[in-house]
């Protein structure tokens, strides 16, 4: 039996109250919320002890592991906090606001020996699994273009962060999945139409090293939700949607029982058939956390680590600096054989504000 605790319990936080208490050997002990009244009813609706104080709750429940589902400028207080104590964590994404404080979560979660893992939830779609597997199977030759589509109506309860920290977090990570290479350029066009600080309309160009073209398309300003994801190489197009966990493959009649095989002699394109694959649906949450948990339990399963999180936050700083000085960016990439980007002048640090009782209990 593993014992649990979240962090944060709004309409996000909810969910992972939800899909633990569906898990086998995993005991919700507590959930922790800054806003009283919230904590208190979702408490009781779980049958749980409810906290204000994330402090207070480590130390009267003690929990081997936690989700932290706060807003991302309190990410890094928080994980920082639970990882010190002695838990395994999950944070939702992106697993911090800057560089420096994900590079500061990775080493503390190296120096105690404690899982820290990400919630790209869209890494546990069952339809995104089937299409790697597709893919690292060869079935769509090489790779051209991958264009994400990620619209939808503008979610109030999002104040602190724009719509490329927010949702292109979820899709450049899933580029870099699918793509296997690593971004050397980029490029983002960003508008404010609602938001009251932020950016709410975004299109951000990729250059990958191995030549694939990414496209980043996403908007808090469609009244109706748009999760789709489209991948082009020699053989035809992959498309994912993501909310019915659907794959479809529309085939190039120009290759079918081709014996071409050079890239560089790739005959033409031509609408062929088109299948839509069987595949087995899931809850990605519930696929998430039961991996996490299974890492917590010391077994192995996939998780987004905090590297490939890193890797991913990189790219959306770098996407956001491109927005705000209008012109290309060439990325420094992150981890293995390369190094953090600076931080540009004009950031400043991630806001601490002292009355909230978990910045208040990690000071």
């Given at each position: 039996?593993?014992?649990v ?9 909810k ?21 009283a009244?919230t904590?208190t009813?979702?408490?009781a ?8 104080d ?33 838990c395994?964590?999950?944070v ?8 420096d ?31 790697k597997?597709r ?12 264009h ?44 404010r139409e609602v ?5 709410d309309?975004f299109?951000g ?15 808090w ?7 789709e ?52 649906k ?24 905090g590297a490939d ?6 790219l959306?700083?770098n ?5 705000n ?10 981890g ?11 950031r400043?640090r ?5 009355t ?8």
């Open positions: 039996m593993i014992t605790a979240v962090i944060g319990v709004g309409s996000m936080g969910n992972h109250v939800r899909v633990y208490q569906q898990i086998p050997d995993v005991e919700l002990v507590a959930v922790v919320d800054h806003d009244a904590a009813r979702v408490g609706q779980a049958h749980v002890a409810a906290y204000t994330v402090l207070e709750m480590l130390v009267r429940e003690r929990p081997l592991a936690v989700s932290v589902v706060v807003p991302t400028v309190f990410h890094f207080p928080v994980v920082k906090m639970a990882l010190e104590f002695g395994h964590v999950l939702e994404k992106p697993i911090a606001a800057r560089m404080e994900a590079a500061e979560l990775n080493r503390i979660a190296d120096q105690v020996n404690r899982v820290l893992a990400v919630g790209h939830i869209e890494r546990f779609n069952p339809a995104v699994i089937e299409l597997r893919l690292d199977g060869g079935e769509l030759g090489r790779i051209f273009q991958i994400t589509r990620r619209l939808g109506p503008f979610p109030t309860r999002v104040q602190d962060v724009g719509v490329i920290m927010d949702l292109a977090t979820h899709d450049v990570d899933i580029m870099r999945f699918l793509v296997g290479s690593k971004v050397s350029r980029l490029f983002a066009e960003t508008n938001h009251a600080s932020s950016e309309l299109m160009i990729l250059r990958f090293t191995n030549r694939v073209l990414g496209l980043l398309e996403i908007n300003l469609t009244p109706t939700k748009i999760r994801l489209f991948v082009t190489g020699e053989r035809g197009m992959f498309k994912v949607d993501y909310l019915t966990q659907d794959l479809w493959f529309f085939e190039n009649a120009e290759v079918v029982g081709s014996s071409w095989h050079a890239p560089s002699l790739l005959p033409g394109v031509r609408e062929g058939s088109i299948t839509q694959y069987p595949i087995q899931k809850e990605p949450l519930l696929a998430e956390l039961e991996a996490f948990v299974a890492r917590a339990q010391g077994f192995q399963a996939s998780i987004v680590d999180a890193t890797a991913a936050l990189n959306v700083l996407l956001i600096d491109s927005a000085i209008g012109g290309v960016r060439e990325v420094i990439p992150y293995p054989g390369g190094s953090p980007r600076p931080e540009p002048a004009t400043t991630t806001p601490q504000p002292s909230l009782s978990v910045i208040q209990a990690h000071t």
